[in-house]
């Protein structure tokens, strides 16, 4: 006899139905597991993401550009600076 068979027949105790009284515990696992996957969503998309960023405010090339220009630093700290910045 297949499985099959004996899980839908009346004979159905001889060691493959029993699983099917499992079944009913499963859906609450997979309920909590869809409310915490919604809500990590929810709270991942609430997240300002690195290529969402403010286009007003300036870049860190820009800001470390424009306090070379203005002498702030000196071109031996801009170009270390601005291969630290480059190399994340």
């Known amino acids: 006899m297949r499985w099959w068979e004996s899980a839908w027949s009346s ?4 060691g ?4 099917l ?3 009913p515990m499963l859906w609450p696992i997979v309920v909590i597991g869809a409310i915490i996957f919604m809500v ?4 991942r998309d609430r997240r ?9 405010r300036p870049t860190p090339f820009e800001i470390l550009r424009e306090r070379f220009a203005q002498g ?3 071109e031996a700290e ?10 994340g």
């Open 11 to 14: 004979n159905a105790w001889d």
């Open 16 to 19: 493959t139905m029993p699983w």
């Open 21 to 23: 009284m499992f079944l």
């Open 40 to 43: 990590m969503f929810l709270i």
């Open 48 to 56: 300002t993401a690195t290529w969402q960023r403010d286009p007003t």
């Open 72 to 74: 702030e630093i000196e």
């Open 78 to 87: 801009y170009e270390e600076k601005r291969r630290v910045i480059s190399h």
